[in-house]
């Protein structure tokens, strides 16, 4: 059904009927340049600050400068709002708004869509001069109300012709106007984020952008049948919006980390670009090396000589640092290493997100080369692990990995503003002499831990190494030796277990099926597993944020439930291929990990459909499992 | 970062001798290993520099010029295959209080670790690196190096090798930034001194090539210049090393030049017969990479959390600033 005629007919303002829904996804998409992000990063902070719950996603073509009117340039915003905290990016879309026609295609065709979604298209290209344009907008607007959806066609380039003689550049903010109508958002609230926005640029611009999105929602009021609200709750405290990026960054420098060195890398790059700015206020260095090698050698030259400095990359850079990483593992070098997970094999999809890169954390480099693994599971998470990373890595002179992935990169969540402690920050790098007799490599018997002897401590002169060394740190090939620092440099990892919590089961301690998950997907593993036990299935979940070492009790949990399953955004062998069965199915990540740890048969359920998990789909596959327990 | 490390006064000016630069370990380098001279001449000039043992560092890649640092009273870090340049330029960074050397050879350097040389070049870092370069791959038992000559028989060119070898001097030259570039060799120790007593003086990157004797497989390399110093071309210079009268009375072949002369640099670089020795290049104007970054400003937990709060208001919904339902 298409609703033009009707609107472009009626010279009054048509009834509004309001609906009242729990939650909407609404998108946002345009060609690249177009405005349609900043259009959805500013709904979304005026949702937020209306005290809905948010989650936003950014939907983001591979290339620069995509053609225009292009599948593949589809450029914009994912928001889904709500009453409360959102913790993932939903399912399908309620609401989208396109300036073009082509770039809803790729989103119908991956069924991002709801049935019945509402779009809101530009309808300048019916008249377009250009035949093959009309006719291309002509077939595909036939084609999305053939599919069911209710498509509202609007003059948005005609109505912001009115006001600014480009209207490429601007109506995104007509279009900002028009959603705060559809939700009933408070128009001031649009104004000051405008100002926000556009703070940097002079009062015209700002006041222009203003009457663009007074226009958007003046011509919403009068043109539009529907409008909805969503519940609110008031906000009681402080809360930051931002992505998974940003929170990396402000997590490096609440930390009191002052040394970054990095290569351009997506979608990593964000996090040392943020620093860099940060940085350039606060003090501390942002290195862009040559190359991914150099970087990872640099960031251990500046711990070994101070302060524990962390390195940021993604997949194919990770892959690089390896020889830096054992360097670091064996020299006992304090390093943080940030994984921005992307699509992989090699060069992958580089704006995609994966889980890929778990087995490379936990085993990469040759050699026993034990390291710290840690997955960030949200946003806030991202500014607390960094914290977390940088103390553990000075205190256990090792190599900690924090995994993050392209889906935290970009999603933007509101959290509690953090309340700096001066207990974030290392103390002050020791210069003190060192005492007459001790050994550069003194381990502690139990636990392996030693004091680092720092360039400038009198009396510590020694030459750290990546050959087999003993306690004086001389090379050393013979057995004893050889051993006595695999041993050592191993407890360290049980001297840190010993001092983790077990993660808490999410829903009831035992029951038919136990989903366990890791990093990027914690939102949306809960909320499809809160869904089911709503119904009445006895699902739970349990989330890990430490995945070497292990935390004790989890076999305990896994043992409880009458089947467990990982849930992972990497590749596992379907057990439905011909060629496959229980000798050479290839597991997902952390399923073969709790395999062989716990002994206990774990299955997994795997996507690797290069996007954020959707509760949906894990709620379909979770069914599936309980049908086949059932059976079973 | 360490300023308050630099604002102690030290109580006792200390005095070293080359002994407090010996480490207790005994090189492991061959008989007539031309690292022996590069080590001897390295804990002279730390006596005579007087530099603090705890605030040196020697930092190396891996081969058997990597082995150096272990041998010196100072704090060091034997690194990875070519990644000695990156992690000294951490060190700096992180620590410009330090002096920092970096030991490094022909296949580490000039092979494997090729784009952290031009690099380094370009940050201009104040290090003082050293490139011994024997022409030969000697901790892995010889294989043909980047500087080995042509038809050099070695376990992976046994038939001679094919490729000519590259001229580490005209390639550091060809780097725009490059400021300070020297050859030394092994066997005339008071050269080397000098060369490598300016280098550590020049405040930025100084690259020493320094023609390094492997008596066990490559047996007699450099024996045509050694036995005739008639091929040796001596740079001298007021602003450079100086060549005394007994060196001139053994190596005739003096000439003067003015190391702020770069196309007049390239020119001696080219040629590898005679072979010169001494300064061939130096610009004090170049600036630093750890200048150009301001590292070393003094980072208060009052700055920090300052940049916090400020950054984070920047992404803060106030409970007072939100829209009432």
Redesign the interface.
């Known amino acids: 059904m298409s609703e033009t005629l009707l609107l472009e007919t009626a010279s009054t303002a048509p009834r509004r009927r309001v609906t009242a829904v729990a939650e909407h996804i609404v998108e946002v998409l345009s060609d690249s340049g177009e405005g349609a992000q900043r259009c959805g990063q500013a709904f979304a902070a005026i949702a937020a600050r209306s005290g809905h719950g948010i989650w936003t996603l950014e939907i983001i073509p591979a290339e620069i400068q995509p053609p225009a009117r292009s599948v593949a340039g589809a450029s914009g915003n994912r928001i889904r709002l709500g009453g409360g905290r959102i913790t993932n990016g939903g399912d399908e879309a309620d609401l989208v708004v396109a300036f073009n026609e082509q770039v809803l295609i790729g989103r119908v065709a991956e069924g991002e869509l709801k049935p019945g979604c509402l779009v809101l298209l530009e309808s300048m290209w019916r008249e377009d001069r250009d035949p093959a344009v009309a006719q291309a907008y002509a077939a595909a607007h036939a084609d999305l109300v053939a599919r069911g959806y209710r498509v509202i066609e609007i003059p948005m380039d005609r109505e912001c012709r009115k006001l600014v003689p480009d209207p490429r550049r601007g109506k995104n903010m007509f279009v900002l106007g028009m959603l705060c109508s559809v939700y009933h958002l408070d128009l001031g609230l649009g104004r000051e984020q405008i100002a926000l926005t556009f703070g940097k640029k002079d009062a015209k611009v700002i006041a222009t952008n203003v009457r663009l999105l007074e226009a958007g929602w003046a011509w919403a009021e009068e043109h539009l049948d529907f409008a909805f609200t969503i519940p609110t709750a008031q906000i009681t405290e402080p809360q930051v919006v931002m992505n998974g990026n940003a929170a990396l960054a402000l997590g490096i420098l609440a930390s009191g980390m002052e040394i970054c060195a990095m290569y351009p890398i997506t979608p990593a790059t964000s996090v040392s670009q943020h620093l860099t700015e940060l940085f350039e206020t606060v003090g501390g260095l942002v290195h862009q090396a040559e190359d991914e090698i150099a970087a990872c050698a640099f960031a251990i030259g500046a711990s070994y000589a101070g302060k524990c400095a962390v390195t940021i990359t993604s997949g194919p850079g990770y892959s690089l640092k390896q020889e830096g990483i054992g360097l670091a593992v064996m020299a006992e070098i304090p390093l943080v290493v940030v994984d921005v997970q992307r699509g992989g094999p090699s060069t992958g999809q580089p704006t995609k997100p994966e889980q890929g890169d778990l087995l490379s954390a936990l085993f990469g480099t040759h050699g026993d080369a034990p390291k710290i693994v840690l997955a960030v599971s949200g946003i806030e998470d991202c500014f607390y692990a960094m914290i977390t990373a940088r103390r553990i890595a000075e205190t256990f002179n090792t190599v900690v990995i924090v995994l993050s992935d392209g889906s935290l990169a970009t999603a933007q969540q509101p959290f509690p503003r953090p309340a700096f402690s001066e207990d974030w920050l290392a103390p002050p790098v020791d210069q003190s002499p060192v005492p007459e007799g001790a050994r550069p490599y003194d381990w502690d018997e139990a636990t392996g831990i030693f004091r680092r002897f720092i360039p400038g401590q009198p009396g510590g002169m020694h030459t750290v190494t990546g050959i087999a060394h003993d306690r004086d740190s001389h090379v050393a090939y013979d057995a004893a030796s050889n051993e006595d620092g695999l041993r050592h440099r191993s407890l360290k990892l049980a001297a840190l277990q010993r001092t983790l919590t077990c993660p808490e089961v999410f829903g009831d301690p035992d029951g038919d099926l136990l989903v366990v998950g890791w990093g990027s997907t914690k939102g949306a593993i809960e909320e499809a597993v809160a869904g089911l036990r709503a119904e009445g299935h006895r699902v739970a979940s349990l989330h890990l944020r430490f995945i070497q070492p292990l935390p004790s009790g989890i076999g305990e949990i896994l043992r409880r439930f009458a089947r467990v399953i990982t849930v992972e955004a990497n590749w596992s062998d379907s057990p439905d291929d011909a060629l496959i069965d229980e000798d050479n199915r290839r597991y997902a990540a952390l399923a073969m990990l709790l395999r062989s740890r716990y002994l206990v048969d774990v299955g997994c359920w795997t996507e690797s459909r290069g996007r954020p998990f959707k509760p949906g789909t894990i709620r379909a596959a979770l069914l599936d499992e309980l049908a086949k327990e059932k059976r079973g | ?2 300023p ?2 630099d604002c102690l006064l030290r109580t006792a000016e200390a005095h070293h001798d080359l002994a407090d630069y010996r ?1 207790e ?1 005994v090189p492991r380098w061959c008989n007539g290993c031309g690292d022996n001279a590069i080590l001897t001449a390295m804990q002279r000039l730390c006596r005579d520099e007087d530099l ?4 040196t ?3 190396s890649g891996i081969g058997c010029s990597s082995r150096l ?2 041998y ?9 295959h070519g ?1 000695a ?11 410009p ?2 002096s920092v050397f970096v030991s490094t050879g022909d296949g580490d350097c000039l092979s494997i670790g090729a ?2 040389w ?2 380094a070049l370009r940050y201009n870092v104040d290090l003082t690196v050293l490139l011994h370069d024997n022409h030969i791959y000697g901790l892995t038992k010889k294989q043909a190096s980047p500087t080995s000559p042509l038809g050099t028989k070695s376990n992976t060119t046994p038939m001679g090798s094919v490729l000519a070898p590259l001229n580490p001097l005209t390639i550091t030259l060809g780097v725009q930034t490059a400021s300070f570039v020297a050859q030394a060799v092994d066997w005339i120790p008071d050269l080397l001194y000098q060369v490598i007593s300016a280098a550590y003086r020049h405040k930025g990157l100084s690259f020493v090539r320094i023609l390094q004797r492997c008596p066990e497989f490559m047996p007699g390399l450099f024996d045509p210049w050694i036995q005739d110093p008639k091929r040796m071309l001596l740079l001298s210079h007021a602003d450079g090393v100086t060549v005394g009268p007994a060196l001139a009375k053994v190596y005739p072949n003096v000439r003067a030049h003015d190391p702020s002369d770069r196309a007049a640099a390239r020119a001696i670089a080219e040629v590898e017969d005679p072979l010169p020795v001494g300064i061939l290049y130096r610009d004090p104007a170049v600036p630093r990479y750890e200048e150009l ?3 070393g ?3 208060t ?1 009052e ?10 208001d920047r ?5 007072e ?5």
């Open positions: 970062m360490i308050v490390a480490s370990l603090a043992p705890e605030k560092v020697f930092v640092p272990h010196m009273n100072t704090y060091g870090f034997h690194g990875t990644r340049l990156p992690i000294a330029e951490g060190v700096k960074l992180s620590r209080d330090l784009a952290h031009l690099h970054r301001h590292v400003e003094l980072r937990v700055r920090v959390r300052r940049g916090l709060e400020a950054e984070l992404f803060t919904i106030w409970p600033d939100a829209a009432t339902p």
